[in-house]
C-alpha cells in the first residue's frame, strides 16, 4: 500500500494530516503553499503523484475561505499531475453551515462549495459530522460522512461519570443525542431551543426529561459563541442536574466563547481535533481528543475498498488503542 497511496497536507491540517500518515506508516507527501503578499494563493506539489491515489487532508475551519479556495487549486493540481483519483479529505466542513434556503435571496452555500470541489477534481469526499446528512446530496461523487460519536463515547467511557444522562441542546439534534444514549446505555433529554436571527444567540425555553440529581453530558456538532452551551447548562442546573460536560465534534469557539465557558457551570468541554483552534491552547476546561486514527482507518479501507460500515458503530481495537484518551 505505502508505494501506491499518497498523502499531503493544505495548510490547515499539518499536524492532523502527520498523524494520519503515523498511523498508516507512509510518509507525509511533499508540498508547498505560499501566500503573495496581495493574498493569492499558490500551490506546488513536491513530488511525482502519477497515477498514485492521492488523499489530501485539509479542513475548512477557521479561515473558510482561504483554506476553501486552497482546497480547490489542490484539486486541480493533483489532477494536472495525473494522479489517478485525488480524495478530498475535510475533517471539518465550514460552509456546511449553509445548507438550506430558509429565507429569501440567500445562496445554499454548501451546494456551491460542493459543486465547485467536484469541478476540481475531487474524486470522493471524506469529512466528519456535516452539519446535515443531506449536504451528501450536494455533492455527486462518493462522500463518507465520518461521525465523532463512537471516539467521544470512547473518552465518556474513561471518565468518571456515574449516574448521568445525554442531553440534546434542540430536537434538530436529538437523533444523533439518542446515539450517544444507545452507545453508552442511558437516557436522553431534549432542549427545545430557539434562534431569531444570525447572531449565534439562542434561549432554550423548557427540557424534555428529568435532569434532577443526575449528571449532564450536553452533546452537539460544534459551538461558535459557546451561548447555547452556557445557557442550556445554566438552565440544567436549575432544573437540578448536579455535574454538567459537553461533548462537540468540532470546536470553533472564539476569545468570547472560551471566557463563556470558563465562568459557566461546565466542567469540561470535549471535541476532536478536526480543525486547528488557538483560542482553546490555555482553557482548563476544553479537553481534545483525536480523530485522526479514525481518518486514517477510513483512508485505508477506501484505498483496501473495504467498507467503511464499522466505523460507524464499534471502533476496531488498533483505533481505540491509538486514541489518546485522558480523564
Given at each position: 500500500m505505502s508505494s501506491e497511496i499518497k498523502i499531503f497536507s493544505g495548510s490547515?491540517?499539518?499536524?492532523?494530516?502527520?498523524?494520519?500518515c503515523d498511523y498508516i506508516g507512509v510518509e507525509l507527501g511533499k508540498s508547498e503553499v505560499i501566500t503573495f503578499s496581495e493574498g493569492n494563493t499558490f500551490v506546488r506539489i513536491g513530488e511525482t503523484v502519477r497515477d498514485k491515489d492521492v488523499y489530501l487532508i485539509q479542513s475548512i475551519g477557521l479561515n473558510p475561505n482561504d483554506e476553501f479556495v486552497e482546497i480547490l487549486f489542490w484539486m486541480d493540481a493533483f489532477k494536472r499531475a495525473s494522479a489517478s483519483s485525488v480524495t478530498a479529505i475535510m475533517p471539518y466542513f465550514s460552509y456546511g453551515k449553509g445548507d438550506k434556503k430558509d429565507e429569501p435571496r440567500v445562496s445554499i452555500r454548501a451546494r456551491v462549495c460542493a459543486e465547485s470541489i467536484e469541478l476540481a477534481g475531487a474524486d470522493r469526499i471524506v469529512a466528519m459530522d456535516l452539519h446535515s446528512p443531506q449536504i451528501q446530496g450536494f455533492f455527486k461523487k462518493p462522500v463518507d460522512n465520518l461521525i465523532a460519536l463512537p471516539v467521544l463515547c470512547e473518552y465518556i467511557k474513561n471518565m468518571d461519570i456515574d449516574n448521568y444522562v445525554i442531553v440534546s441542546p434542540d430536537a434538530g439534534y436529538a437523533k444523533q443525542a439518542r446515539g450517544f444514549s444507545r452507545h453508552l446505555g442511558v437516557s436522553t433529554v431534549i432542549g427545545d431551543k430557539t434562534r431569531k436571527a444570525h447572531d449565534e444567540k439562542a434561549k432554550v425555553l423548557e427540557l424534555i426529561g428529568d435532569v434532577k440529581d443526575k449528571n449532564a453530558i450536553i452533546v452537539d456538532d460544534f459551538s461558535i459563541s459557546g451561548g447555547?452551551?452556557?445557557?442550556?447548562a445554566g438552565f440544567l442546573k436549575e432544573r437540578g442536574a448536579k455535574k454538567i460536560f459537553a461533548c462537540l465534534s468540532h470546536i470553533l469557539l472564539n476569545s468570547k466563547g472560551v471566557e463563556k465557558i470558563e465562568n459557566s457551570p461546565i466542567e469540561k468541554v470535549i471535541s476532536t481535533?478536526?480543525?486547528?483552534?488557538?483560542?482553546?491552547q490555555d482553557s482548563i476546561k476544553v479537553e481534545i481528543v483525536s480523530v485522526a486514527p479514525l481518518f486514517a482507518e477510513a483512508i485505508i479501507r477506501i484505498h483496501n475498498r473495504d467498507s467503511l460500515s464499522i466505523l460507524f458503530e464499534k471502533l476496531p481495537e488498533r483505533v481505540i488503542n491509538a486514541l489518546d484518551l485522558k480523564k
Open positions: 490547515s491540517s499539518k499536524n492532523f494530516a502527520q498523524s494520519i447555547t452551551l452556557v445557557e442550556l481535533d478536526t480543525l486547528v483552534n488557538p483560542y482553546i
